[in-house]
């Protein structure tokens, strides 16, 4: 069976037909799409990425392929954010660095931006919430850290200090933040 789906989509591709990819997801527990020429479709919705030269647009359909007569919005955003995909709905949209980024949550059937979440480390995407580690400008001290206390003394060594980050909950239901129990430590680079 190998052999006759490689043997088609050599076809495909011979002849100009588009094969479809999936979309990754920047995030675990996100929602997977297909990719097709530069469109990345779900069932409900599709969007695609075009890059300009100093920035990008996120332009945002309704229903799966792209389909210019079933564009929602556009969006344009600078160069150092990156469409991150679909979660419950909402588009993700990245921005930042090495050391904390900032997460933008948009209405796929509106553009508006619902929410701007800080974070260092990786989101945990569940079914109605989005659980991550905001970061503080405040110095932590070891004792409050749960990662190895070699590895954040070989940062500080290396003169890079450790800042201290604190959970916080996006509910999707309501919209709001909240704190969350867990503390954590990042590097400020």
């Given at each position: 069976?190998?052999?006759?789906?490689?043997?088609?989509?050599l076809s495909l591709v011979a002849f100009g037909a588009s094969?479809?990819?999936?979309?990754?997801?920047?995030?675990d527990n996100t929602e997977a799409g297909t990719l097709v020429d530069g469109c990345a479709s779900w069932s409900a919705q599709s969007a695609r990425v075009?890059?300009?030269?100093?920035?990008?647009?996120?332009?945002?359909?309704?229903?799966?392929?792209?389909?210019?007569?079933?564009?929602?919005?556009?969006k344009t955003y600078d160069m150092d954010t990156r469409f991150a995909g679909l979660w419950q709905d909402l588009l993700l949209v990245d921005s930042g660095g090495a050391?904390?980024?900032?997460l933008f949550l948009v209405a796929a059937d509106s553009g508006e931006r619902l929410a701007a979440l800080w974070y260092v480390g990786e989101p945990v995407f569940s079914e109605h919430s989005i659980h991550f580690f905001e970061p503080t400008r405040d110095r932590a001290d070891?004792?409050?850290c749960p990662q190895s206390k070699e590895a954040l003394a070989q940062w500080e060594e290396r003169g890079m200090p450790v800042m201290r980050a604190v959970?916080?909950?996006f509910d999707k239901k309501t919209g709001n933040v909240s704190a969350g129990e867990k503390a954590s430590c990042y590097v400020m680079q």
């Amino acid at each position: 069976m190998k052999d006759l789906s490689l043997g088609l989509m050599l076809s495909l591709v011979a002849f100009g037909a588009s094969v479809a990819e999936p979309f990754e997801p920047i995030f675990d527990n996100t929602e997977a799409g297909t990719l097709v020429d530069g469109c990345a479709s779900w069932s409900a919705q599709s969007a695609r990425v075009v890059e300009g030269e100093y920035d990008w647009s996120l332009q945002v359909f309704k229903g799966p392929d792209c389909a210019a007569q079933a564009q929602v919005f556009e969006k344009t955003y600078d160069m150092d954010t990156r469409f991150a995909g679909l979660w419950q709905d909402l588009l993700l949209v990245d921005s930042g660095g090495a050391e904390d980024h900032e997460l933008f949550l948009v209405a796929a059937d509106s553009g508006e931006r619902l929410a701007a979440l800080w974070y260092v480390g990786e989101p945990v995407f569940s079914e109605h919430s989005i659980h991550f580690f905001e970061p503080t400008r405040d110095r932590a001290d070891s004792s409050q850290c749960p990662q190895s206390k070699e590895a954040l003394a070989q940062w500080e060594e290396r003169g890079m200090p450790v800042m201290r980050a604190v959970e916080k909950v996006f509910d999707k239901k309501t919209g709001n933040v909240s704190a969350g129990e867990k503390a954590s430590c990042y590097v400020m680079q």
